[in-house]
């Protein structure tokens, strides 16, 4: 992430150029994504390893809020919905739809002309990550898209493709300790 991690709690806020972006709540999506709550067995035991869950909603906040030129936070955040959709992570697309709609309120959150590019992009690495080869980054620079942006997005599709992961592993989790009760 570029800079270095917040401390525990802050979100990277004083680095983020547009103050239309809402800030991120302050309990965990991932928590919220898989229904954990303070008390739940799996809330205590993310908790054991702190710092990851630290740095994995650092993660979260930098990948959509960083500044990165040529890719604007609306659009990332369209990108996070339409892989959450493709993922069937209806929770998680929720949450990215509730955060596109404070740009859209503000009327700041035109979509890029690149965007059906960027959303192509974001699939094929999504359900077949052998599909964003150099064609489909050739395919993104012919959309106007230049180096920086393209890395930011990758990097925004591997994150979401770990928190889908995490997420679906303590729904199961959850539900195989609800079961047991």
Known sequence: MPGGMAPPGMILRETFANPAMPPSRDDDVIDRAAGLAPGDALHAARRFRAKVVEATQASHDALLEEPVEGLSSADRLRVA???CALAGATTLAQHYAERLAAFEAAGIAP???ALPA???FAAKLTTDPRLGDRAAIDAL???GLGDAAIVA???LVAFLSYQLRVVAGLRAMHATLESTR
């Open 141 to 143: 620079k012919r959309a």
């Open 111 to 113: 979509p890029s002309p």
């Open 81 to 83: 919905m339409h892989v």
């Open 118 to 120: 960027i959303l192509v």
């Open 153 to 155: 997005l990758a990097q």
